[in-house]
């Protein structure tokens, strides 16, 4: 009960203070990210000291709203409470007990970033700002809006490959419950969600929750919706209250521990020479000023390559130009700097399960859930 009253008290949210971590700890996530989840596991009765001390954190800092902990401690977090509760739904689980329907305020950030929403005029509207204070929660976690106007795509990128499933599973679901409370229609239709796992041994915890058809073994973790959604007038849009909501956000960005994102530099300097397809290592380094040896090594540390960096940088223009059905599929091998479409079509199945031309053939379509997803080469 005494964990219980501590987590109801926290509420506000300030100047971030990050809790004693290990030097080379580059990601952090506010304290906020793991509110829903202690409450969760001390409903049901789990020894929610010693889960935390397994993952290495401080209860005391977890419960502290101006705290960001190390993102290596949160992950540990989730999966010491993945291991206790055996259940592959649990970050759905967690979302479901919250009413959609409630006017009760999420926790810090989440209420921040749920009222840039509810102050936008459009769901589209707000997607960049989502986007943009997406750090408030978190580091490490990229949200892009693709796909064709009709039929977009709401894409989850992480940038660490070990993230555990079940905080993945929460931030679909909280995302679709945000969806969900900022329109006020517990019933909009959801095309499909996308899955980058295995189909699990039980999906009711899953289709009950979404409610759409769930695509397993996808190339990302994603939400296909439809425009009509996302260009709905949301009920009580105020682009005044909007102005003063983002101020805030503003200030409390301003207020984060700084984050030197290397690979996220090499990402956009890639992407500018693109075009003129100069995509090797060699290239890229000389243009920021440094070695291969040296470009390698700090992409190494912070847990990823330059052929990754690289490969997933094509792979999401490669689905955005696809999508949006305006280019042929040799434009767009050019476009994401391949000299020949053969190539293109072995790399994009590779990333995908499927070939440029499928891709392009579903969306073409009308936007009807498919039945079967596509498998990984």
């Known amino acids: 009960m005494r964990i219980a009253r501590r987590l109801a008290r926290c509420r506000g949210y300030s100047r971030s203070i990050v809790a004693r971590a290990p030097r080379e700890t580059r990601f952090t996530a506010a304290s906020g990210l793991s509110w829903l989840l202690l409450a969760h596991l001390n409903e049901t009765g789990r020894d929610v000291p010693a889960i935390v001390?397994?993952?290495?954190?401080?209860?005391?800092?977890?419960?502290?709203p101006e705290v960001r902990i190390p993102l290596s401690q949160m992950h540990a977090l989730w999966r010491a409470a993945a291991a206790v509760c055996e259940d592959e739904a649990l970050g759905i689980a967690i979302v479901n007990r919250i009413d959609p329907s409630s006017t009760a305020s999420w926790p810090e950030p989440f209420s921040l970033l749920e009222h840039l929403g509810r102050a936008s005029a459009?769901?589209?509207?707000?997607?960049?700002?989502?986007?943009?204070?997406?750090?408030?929660?978190?580091?490490?976690?990229?949200?892009?809006?693709?796909?064709?106007?009709?039929?977009?795509?709401?894409?989850?990128?992480?940038?660490?490959?070990?993230?555990?499933?079940?905080?993945?599973?929460?931030?679909?679901?909280?995302?679709?419950?945000?969806?969900?409370?900022?329109?006020?229609?517990?019933?909009?239709?959801?095309?499909e969600i996308w899955f980058a796992e295995p189909k699990p041994k039980n999906e009711q915890g899953f289709t009950s929750f979404f409610r759409a058809p769930l695509r397993w073994d996808a190339a990302c973790y994603a939400i296909v919706t439809s425009g009509e959604v996302l260009d709905r007038p949301i009920p009580g849009a105020n682009p005044m209250l909007l102005s003063v909501v983002q101020r805030?956000?503003?200030?409390?960005?301003?207020g984060l521990p700084a984050l030197d994102d290397f690979a996220e530099l090499v990402r956009e300097r890639v992407e500018a020479e693109l075009e003129a397809g100069t995509t090797n290592a060699s290239s890229i380094a000389e243009k920021l000023g440094m070695s291969q040896r040296t470009l390698h090594r700090r992409l190494q540390s912070e847990g990823t390559s330059y052929?990754?960096?690289l490969d997933k940088l094509r792979c999401r223009l490669a689905w955005r130009y696809l999508a949006?059905?305006?280019?042929?599929?040799?434009?767009?091998?050019?476009?994401?700097?391949?000299?020949?479409?053969?190539?293109?079509?072995?790399?994009?199945?590779s990333w995908t399960g499927e070939t440029p031309s499928d891709y392009q053939e579903r969306f073409a379509s009308a936007p009807t859930p498919v039945s079967s997803p596509p498998r990984r080469a």
Not at 53 to 64: E, P
Not at 248 to 254: H, I, K, P, S, T
Not at 325 to 348: C, D, M, Y
């Open 307 to 309: 052929q990754e960096v």
């Open 248 to 254: 805030r956000a503003e200030r409390a960005v301003a």
């Open 324 to 349: 949006s059905r305006k280019h042929t599929i040799n434009e767009v091998a050019a476009l994401v700097g391949f000299a020949q479409p053969s190539a293109f079509h072995r790399a994009f199945k």
């Open 53 to 64: 001390r397994q993952s290495g954190a401080r209860l005391g800092d977890l419960l502290n």
């Open 122 to 191: 459009t769901l589209r509207e707000g997607a960049p700002l989502q986007r943009r204070f997406m750090r408030l929660l978190r580091d490490g976690l990229t949200l892009s809006l693709d796909g064709p106007h009709e039929r977009p795509i709401l894409r989850f990128e992480f940038a660490l490959a070990d993230e555990p499933r079940e905080l993945i599973h929460f931030h679909l679901a909280s995302s679709i419950l945000y969806l969900r409370r900022v329109l006020n229609d517990t019933h909009s239709v959801l095309e």
